[in-house]
């Protein structure tokens, strides 16, 4: 008989606090973070920007931004601000200026073709924060006291990075969990979450074949802690997710077995996300109106990962020569061999119409009042690196429908929301941390300017972008 509970422990470490939600202060910062700095000044204006400022507000022309000590102290247009004496100005005419992007499904750790898998603990931080991504959720992980380790090198300024909330390794059931804990009763979840709580994770996540008891005993035991759950699903279906209290659902429609008419609960098989995946189900149809009912009325969150489901359609490839750079030769080269046979043979594992279909579901969502975030989940065939795949989650969501405004909101504000710490991020607001992304052009008129960051603001600080991406050239896929 198969242990009730499978999980090879490291000696435990300390419990590892939420991210601060102070500014960290320069002086704290090692010489290796601060080789990436490019403005230090107490003081700093941003002037003459558009500002997309995560509110759901449409676009500001001519806007000037102070900093001061880490926060936002002003934001308006510029013929009102008065830019204090002694700052450090930055003319930014021609740049647009948005909130910190909040990664919510933003792994430290990467899969790609070939099977090939490695911990990222050097180049997904430099990526997340060189791409604006300045806090992320790892939702998930495969290694988790380098995760811990990570976080807290970033904590204390030894390495520079984003934000870091935990989440504890993957909790499935089944056989086969790999590097994931199978727990097949709910007294084995209970004491999973029990002893993840107590090393620093504020996250849970459960994936595809956790069962129905041992899900319901994870959210019970994880609530009394004050940590929330989230799922990639398959046995347990959203409707019955959302009953059982989880707080968050992964992967928008593409994994919601709720759209097959002959599933059984608690058994998870390939066919119980074929309707999604081949866009035969309906997103606009009683199945997912009546999820999206049941979620927003629990106020249950959603994250979409659009880019990581992109590189499984046949035709969509979309050529970023900065992905390729930072790969590994080996990664590079499996990854585009595996992109020419779907475009040749015409057919991936997700259609284009399920793709279509997963972006009108996540409107739909919206549009019903639904609390929606995104991610980027560099994992799959390894086409979708850390910080370039969220910035492309922009482009799509514009495809999708969504308003520039919308999509900047979705990406920053509502994942500061999910998380906890709408008070002090998300938003480009007074008093709050100065987390700022400065990109080239005008985002409102052009999707690709997302790519085009020059400057990351964390805490105040500004990172240089390019500088982070050089350090990480030929780097993804070795660490």
Known sequence: MRPMFRLTLALALPALAAPSLEAQRPDSLSAEVRRYVAVDAPVIALTRVTLIDGTGAAPRSDQTIVIRDGKIAAVGPAARVRIPEGARV??????????????????????AAGGRASQMSYTAPRLYLASGVT????????????EINTKDAIDNGRVPGPRVHLTAPYITGGAGGGSMAIVESPEAARRFVAYWGNEGATWLKAYTDIRAAELGAAIDEAHKRGMKV??????????EAVALGIDNLEHGMLTASDFDPARTSDVCTPANITPVREGTADPAGSVARETIRRMVERKVSMTSTLVIY?????????????TLDAMSPEVRDAYLAVRRQIDSTGRGLVALAGLKNAMAFDRAFVAAGGLLGAGVDPTGLGGALPGFGDQRNYELFIEAGFTPAQAVQIMSANGARILGVQDSLGTVE??????LVVLQGDLAADPSAIRKVTTVFKDGLAYDSARLIAAVKGRVGID
């Open 90 to 111: 930055l003319e930014l005419a021609g740049h647009t200026v948005i909130p910190g992007l909040i990664g919510m499904h933003d792994h430290l750790f990467y899969t």
């Open 135 to 146: 806090t992320i959720r790892t939702t998930g992980g495969r290694s988790p006291y380098a």
């Open 230 to 239: 989230t799922g990639h699903l398959c046995s347990v279906s959203y409707q």
């Open 310 to 322: 992109e590189l499984f359609v046949a035709g969509r490839t979309t050529p970023d020569q900065r």
């Open 430 to 435: 007074p008093g709050k941390l100065a987390d």
